[in-house]
């Protein structure tokens, strides 16, 4: 009778060191002798989006652009202050331009450009965009009329090659951007009565807001 409680507590210790040992759950399909386990990820990491570490996102990118800002007309050694707008189509990198500017108009050195051009923006995801355009169109030259009241409008049919760089600001869900353009404006056809001019060069400065 004394030994019956010892030989309880002997089977109890003997039942529990298994279990104390094993303190982890043996895999369902335990590796081979000598093979290295093999460990699968219940959720695997989702992919790296690519666009997470750029300058933006090509969604934000606006289809339509309206630029508006100063201009000035280098010709010879005078310098033509004015105005000029301007709408790109397109979120790049091919684009189209259509442009307008005033320069001085209604005095006697004054022009207006109306153009569109082809642009293509090499700026991939970054902030920093160099543009390239090259198009046609109207120029209107005004000068002096000769009985000296007033000046007159002439017509030019006139060539354009543009560089640009632009700079996304960063505005969130906007595409805002600033730019500085170099437009070489290269008269093509002419009139009978309009002025015999020289290439002459356009520069603006600009601030574009997509919509």
């Known amino acids: 009778m004394r030994r019956t409680p010892w030989i309880i507590g002997l089977l109890t210790l003997i039942s529990a060191l298994p279990a104390s ?5 043996d895999p369902p399909y335990p590796p081979r002798h000598g093979q290295a386990p093999v460990y699968y990820p219940v959720d695997p990491p989702p992919p790296e989006d690519p666009y997470d570490t750029q300058a933006w996102r090509r969604s934000e990118l606006s289809p339509f652009r309206f630029h ?7 010709l ?3 310098v033509t202050p004015g105005f000029m707008t301007a709408l790109d189509i397109g979120r790049g990198p091919a684009g189209f331009r259509l442009s307008g500017s005033w320069l001085r108009v209604g ?4 022009v207006a450009h109306y153009t569109g051009e082809l642009t293509l923006d090499l700026g991939g995801r970054m902030s920093w965009r160099p543009v390239l355009g090259a198009g046609a169109g109207l120029a209107r030259v005004y000068e002096d009329k000769p009985d000296g009241e007033g000046t007159d409008a ?3 049919g006139v060539g354009l090659v543009r560089a640009a760089i632009e700079y996304r600001i960063p505005v969130e869900a906007t595409d805002t951007r600033a730019g500085v353009s170099m437009i070489g404006m290269l008269p093509a056809i002419r009139a009978e009565d309009a002025p015999d001019l020289k290439p002459w060069l356009i520069i603006t400065a600009t601030v574009g807001v997509g919509f």
Do not use: F, H, M, N
């Not at 040992?21 to 759950?25: P, V, W």
């Not at 005095?107 to 004054?110: E, I, R, T, V």
């Open 68 to 74: 508006v800002g100063g201009a000035g007309r280098i």
């Open 107 to 110: 005095s006697d050195d004054g």
């Open 21 to 25: 040992a094993q303190t982890y759950a």
């Open 154 to 156: 002439k017509s030019l």
């Open 76 to 78: 010879e050694d005078e």
